[in-house]
């Protein structure tokens, strides 16, 4: 099976710098209040730009609370579900969480929502680092079209999209860009 | 086929796609770096309370030994199990090899009973070659003859990245048996691919002829292959290869080219001092150097474990030849 060749391009951008700093400040804010302060809090964001995130919302909670947080970063690459089927294997990244997860509550962030199956694979990769007290989710954009039962309990936007749609989250750490666009297929063969 | 997990966005262009591990001679500089970078992020696995990963669930590695071997065994099966892949080990003794199966007779039966990595060893070199002509699965060199053992140079390679930040521009010195080391050979090849300055080191009788169309530099005087170096370098004295008499006695042989602190005592500050190991102590290497500051003989065995994670995890990757056809 050769896939036609395909190429994105931008339909809309959905966010921009001020919207992000925005929903990172209120997601930051909705963390305390639910979890009434810090203590026994930990941010571990999914790499790459959920590792990102995750290292703003801390800095946000820090500036808020005035007390020291940690945060640490998740390579999943190990616990994906279709490890065995694709090939050559994808460059795995470490993960750099160390504070140990016993008895903490910790907020996962990433960036997008959209299957549910990074979640579920980040979910296995906490496992066996430890046993959490309870383990919540944060996302800047949710997209809908889950294949897992998972859902989010922070955030930044719901964003319905076509499921051949692409969701691009820039952020300058990485892209010198900092917005979010809906990307649409066009393909260069007509079909 | 589409894939569910959205790839990450930046995904850097190096890429894996060779089937088989069986030296550094053919390996690029880029798939080095990707080895060690692989290896980096395997590392930490092995500090957990939980030393696991699913990554290769349900793959099968077999460990071929025809020649014997603890430590390079036991780190394969480390990190075949630390991976979540079953592994299975086969020496000699105890094999269908000692009623008279050819290799490649052996190498099929295991075959026919779906396993996925052989990791080979054998007396002979280019045996991990011939089998992975002929197989399926992917092969592994553990280590060949005089040839190559890819493993052990990619471990000590990624040590001495560890202890340094760079590998470019060092100078490593090799001193021992050159002839007979396959050790020797597979670190020549990488370390002068990443930009080190070798020189090999040796009694006249335990240099190979032509070694310097390697790229290395040759010296058959100890102290100068000490003076400069960043990186020292050794190597067994391989009693079970030393056929004829190529050097006097043990004795001798510690005279002029054994380690002690004393040799040591105008080295660079910071010298790393390695050994594959297993050290004759007394002989290669004095217990007071083994043990001593400059030794980083133990990282290179736990750095061994996240290498040999990185390169099972790497080749099973490789879309094989059936699967392709699909």
Known sequence: ?191 | MATTVAPPQHTSTLQWTKKDLLGLRELSTEEIQLVLQTAESFREISLRPIKKVPALRGKTVVNLFFEPSTRTRTSFELAAKRLSADIVNISTQASSLSKGETILDTVRNLEALKVDILVIRHAAAGVPHLVARQATSSVINAGDGAHEHPTQALLDLFTIREKKGRIDGLNVSIVGDIMHSRVARSNIWGLTKLGARVTVCGPPTLMPVAIEQCGVRVTYQLADAINDADVLMLLRIQHERQEASLIPSLREYRLRYGIDKERLAHAKPGLLVMHPGPVNRGVELDSSVADGPFSVILDQVTNGLAVRMAVLYLVSGTPKVDEEAA
Do not use: C, W
């Open chain 1, 1 to 191: 099976m050769s896939a036609p060749a395909v190429t994105y391009r931008e339909k809309a951008k959905v966010m921009d710098a001020e919207a992000i700093r925005r929903a990172i400040a209120r997601i930051a804010h909705e963390i305390l209040e639910r979890n009434k302060g810090t203590l026994g809090l930990a941010l571990v964001g999914i790499r790459t730009r959920g590792a990102l995130l995750a290292q703003r919302l801390a800095k946000e909670i820090q500036a808020i609370d005035q007390q020291p947080i940690h945060v640490g970063a998740l390579d999943i690459t190990l616990y994906r579900d279709d490890l065995s089927r694709i090939g050559p294997h994808p460059i795995v990244h470490a993960t750099d969480v160390t504070f140990d997860v016993d008895g903490l509550s910790l907020v996962l962030v990433d960036d997008v929502l959209f299957t549910g199956r990074t979640i579920r694979a980040a979910l296995n990769a906490l496992n066996d680092l430890g046993r959490p007290n309870l383990i919540q989710l944060a996302v800047l954009i949710d997209r809908g079209h889950r294949e897992l039962p998972i859902r989010a309990d922070y955030v930044g936007k719901n964003i319905p999209t076509n499921s051949q749609e692409r969701i691009e989250v820039r952020l300058n750490e990485l892209d010198e860009k900092e917005e979010v666009v809906i990307e649409a297929p066009s393909y260069s063969e007509r079909g």
